[in-house]
């Protein structure tokens, strides 16, 4: 049978639970209504009929108690901004501190600095930093930035250059070298703490270096006889007169093993000892190195390439700075 209502009317049930009432035409008895609270037909005795100004009422009342509400959950909630690197989220949150507002958008972690006593070398840390106190309330319009940290013990391995060290030779002609000593550059381990934030180095600081591989120094042999000038051979002595002759290949080594070269001087051992340093003028710079049947008391025999500058040199007096 079609059910034609004629007033809707607003009551309660012995459980307190409201129901809309429908009242057929014609019909005093209770007739079956519709509960709000749940999706199934319900038998109930027929409430008092309230009216219609009573049904407005309940309206009211409703719509207050909604706004109210909404009122209220607004003012329990905020608007915040969280940054981390380039990424930005906005949105509306009940969250009550920040540390909650981390845990909403997923931030998982270490949260604050770590101890770099903490790290062996070689080692490193990750852990974040916020620019609010995480036990701060959230606020209206909050902007939290979080920075993605990294602190690390780093070693580097670094070279040491050689030192190059120049020792003269009179053997040598002005400008020709001799290398004695390659040498070889060494290693030092250096250590760094570095600090990172959003990917960028903040700080690299030395904590420690050491010499892993000493550097060994390269040794040059330098020609120098004729690039001392007479006066700086005055000082190294008082100017003693010789008689000087020339030689040139022979064939063999000096007395003292010896190859045979400019700057090699033939001298009486028993006048000037083997292995003194010399300076002759018009020839240079030379050493008491080799002997000769000839040569005795103040001769000396200078040393010459070719057999053409030796007969140059001839016979002559010389004054010779024993050095």
Known sequence: MEISPRLATIGSNEHGILLIYLEQAGVSNPVRGGCFMCDTAVSCPKPQSFGTGSLMSAYLVFGIVTVSLAVTILFLGH????????????????????????????????????????????????????????????????????????????????????????????????GQERVISSGSDGIRKDNYLVQSRDGQIVSKTLTGTKVIKSPQARVIACGSYETVSRQAAVHGGRPVKFVSTAYTFTGHHTAVGAKTRRGIIAVDPRVIPMGTRLYIEGYGYGVAADTGGAIKGRKIDVFFESRREALKWGRRTVNVYIL
């Open 79 to 174: 608007n915040v901004t969280v940054r981390m690197g380039d990424k930005t989220i906005s949105y509306f949150t009940f969250a009550p501190k920040v540390s909650d507002v981390l845990r909403e958008v997923g931030i998982k972690g270490n949260i604050g600095p770590v101890d770099p006593a903490l790290l062996a070398e070689g080692e490193s840390a990750e852990y974040f930093t916020v620019s609010q106190e995480l036990a701060a309330r959230v606020s209206e319009g909050m902007n939290i930035r979080v920075y993605q940290n990294r602190i690390a013990r780093t070693v580097e391995h670094r070279v040491v250059p050689m030192p190059v060290r120049r020792e003269w030779d009179i053997f040598l002609e002005p």
